[in-house]
């Protein structure tokens, strides 16, 4: 169980910022099984850290996402806003990496920098040890373009999130999608 979070776990050994798995298998590893499949594995990292992600991912082929085209990750590039997703591959192995932002000691928002989350509290870590990005900063990130894998997600984490959580989610959602359906069960 887990075996990806495992190969990711031993690819980010090397690095020395703070990075969480992110994406759906983040909803997983808060569960504590495997509840779908994946057709990928995401991590995040504060954007501040991603000159340590460069040595990281040194022999590793790295592209970025920007304005919805891939394109070569020039080494001595520092990405700013509002790129934010890097792709590294090498031949057996791939990772999409998602630049996340921080202002002093909380992670920021960045489709609305209001909403704000103390970085002390992200220290999730999974039974086996790996570390994954808060199951309710994971939601809000799925609410803007929701897909089916997502209603699945979260449907399988609501029963497990607690009150603050729950309370986090729905401000989130009523500053952002104030029409998201996922909203009805938050409102109750």
Not at 40 to 59: N, W, Y
Not at 176 to 188: D, Q, R, S, T, Y
Request: aromatic share 10%; charged share 30%.
């Amino acid at each position: 169980m887990f075996e990806k979070c495992q190969e990711v776990s031993q690819w980010m050994a090397a690095f020395e910022g703070k990075w969480f798995i992110a994406g759906g298998w983040a909803i997983d590893l808060h569960i504590g099984e495997e509840t779908r499949q994946h057709q990928d594995i995401e991590v995040a990292i504060f954007r501040e850290d991603q000159s340590l992600l460069k040595e990281t991912m040194s022999g590793w082929r790295v592209h970025v996402i920007e304005n919805k085209q891939l394109r070569d990750w020039d080494q001595l590039e520092q990405l700013e806003m509002p790129v934010h997703e890097i792709h590294a591959k090498t031949d057996v192995q791939e990772l999409e990496i998602l630049l996340n932002e921080r202002g002093g000691d909380r992670w920021v928002y960045r489709r609305e920098p209001e909403i704000t989350f103390p970085i002390s509290h992200m220290n999730l870590h999974s039974e086996q040890g790996f570390p994954y990005l808060n199951p309710e900063i994971v939601l809000l990130y799925k609410a803007k373009e929701t897909r089916q894998r997502d209603e699945q997600d979260f449907e399988k984490i609501f029963p497990r999130l607690n009150e603050q959580q729950k309370e986090w989610l729905k401000q989130g959602l009523i500053q952002c999608h104030p029409n998201h359906p996922w909203l009805e069960k938050l409102l109750l």
